[in-house]
């Protein structure tokens, strides 16, 4: 399919070089406010251009954003195809993220410009996003391809959260690794793949968690359901996607009503996190207060905000969300995400000292564990297809037994 925003033109150098900077500032602006926030001006202005310019280019706003998701997507596809070409799945994946970093590595550098983050791929519409998804889903086929062929339906089940883990892992990554020094990264990635490689757990480690009880995390008629409404939406179509419209019609009031509950969208969003910043917290303390080594509390919390999650009682939001948010109040919430991140971590370094978790760097596990927390909403379709006890156990063991340990083939 040739994508409506191809050009005649377009084979020349210098339409080239003057598309590919257009792109660039496209992707910044969307990473900065969302596909449904950027506007020609603002591209123009970052590339030293008018408005009518940047739409000799691209014709229409919404060119422009699938041009940069397509951009994106293709890159994506790129690394996994030349990770393809490597003998065995731990070597593909080694390769993937040593790509990636490699990738971040020069963005740090300043010799490559960032990609547009797929947060808002959803919130398009009609044929872009047709043309879109379909990119997607065989971004993911490819990914899903880095553990071989899958003759039984278990091993495409295990495959499958094994791909969404990964590609969640490397959207996430560039949110957290801006606190280590560029000469630093090369270690990052060392101790990124060797969870990867071998996870959390020891040897002897046991799949028995309990699911704890934060029954009042359910949700309650009024206020409340406007909460989950949206958390479903803005997880699904994004910040800008979901608007108040569709909240409303999703609960079938009107937006009057929705203003009765909420003084405006963005507090509607911060809302949503914090409600859900309080249940993984919830999660943590009950764990910590509970019995058993670490490994337990810790497998304790992620099954169950995982079953949260695949449930769909109260899912979490998704960071997705916070480009959508004025800089200040996003930068608030990735503060709170890094204190529950922390608040891992610890858990992590005291189950080291007990021996009951593997020798891993706690700090970047803990942002792999809020990798799959946050973005396993994603996969309820997945879950709903078995048993939610084996689902959680395959999607945690991800992180939590490594992605070449296949002990959750049989649980």
């Known amino acids: ?40 001006a603002d591209v123009a202005r970052r590339v030293g251009l008018n408005t009518t310019s940047v739409t000799y280019y691209f014709q229409r706003k919404e060119d422009l954003a699938t041009a940069c998701f397509s951009n994106t997507l293709d890159y994506l596809q790129n690394m996994l195809s030349e990770a393809g070409g490597e003998s065995t799945p731990e070597a593909r994946v080694a390769k993937v993220v040593s790509l990636n970093m490699a990738r971040l590595a020069r963005i740090e550098a300043g010799e490559e410009s960032e990609f ?152 509607l969003v911060l809302q949503c996190y914090r409600r859900s910043f309080e249940a993984i917290t919830t999660a943590q303390r009950e764990a910590d ?36 948010l004025p800089g200040e109040v996003r930068l608030e919430m990735l503060d709170e995400s890094n204190r529950i991140a922390r608040r891992y971590a610890g858990t992590i370094s005291d189950g080291i000292a007990e021996g009951s978790i593997r020798a891993v760097d706690p700090l970047v596990a803990s942002q792999m564990l809020m990798a799959i927390q946050n973005a396993a909403f994603d996969m309820h379709k997945w879950a709903s297809t078995m048993p939610r006890e084996r689902a959680i156990a395959m999607y945690a063991s991800t992180i939590l037994f490594g992605m070449f340990d296949d002990r959750m083939l049989d649980a």
């Open 289 to 324: 207060s509970g019995e058993g080594s670490y490994w337990h509390r810790l497998s304790s919390t992620m099954a169950t905000l995982l079953d949260m999650q695949f449930s769909e009682r109260m899912p979490l939001l998704r960071t997705t969300a916070l480009h959508g």
């Open 1 to 40: 399919m040739t994508p409506a925003f191809a050009d005649k033109d377009q084979g020349t150098a210098r339409f080239q070089a003057k598309r590919e900077a257009i792109l660039s500032a496209a992707a910044a602006v969307i990473n900065e406010q969302s596909a449904k926030g950027m506007t020609f």
């Open 116 to 267: 547009a983050l797929l947060s808002d791929l959803r919130a398009t519409d009609g044929k872009a996003k047709a043309f879109l998804m379909g990119k997607w889903r065989e971004t993911f086929r490819m990914t899903r391809a880095l553990w071989g062929e899958n003759p039984s339906r278990a091993e495409k089940d295990l495959a499958s959260a094994r791909a969404h883990v990964l590609l969640e892992n490397l959207f996430w990554t560039p949110a957290w690794l801006r606190r280590y020094a560029a000469d630093q990264y090369d270690r990052v990635e060392a101790r990124f793949m060797e969870i990867f490689r071998n996870g959390l757990a020891p040897a002897d480690a046991q799949w028995q968690p309990e699911l704890l009880q934060i029954a009042h995390w359910e949700p309650q008629p009024g206020r409340e359901s406007f909460l989950l409404a949206a958390t479903r939406l803005i997880n699904e179509l994004g910040y800008r996607g979901a608007s108040v419209q569709r909240i409303a019609s999703e609960l079938k009031v009107t937006k009057g009503s929705f203003y009765h509950h909420l003084d405006a969208k963005d507090d």
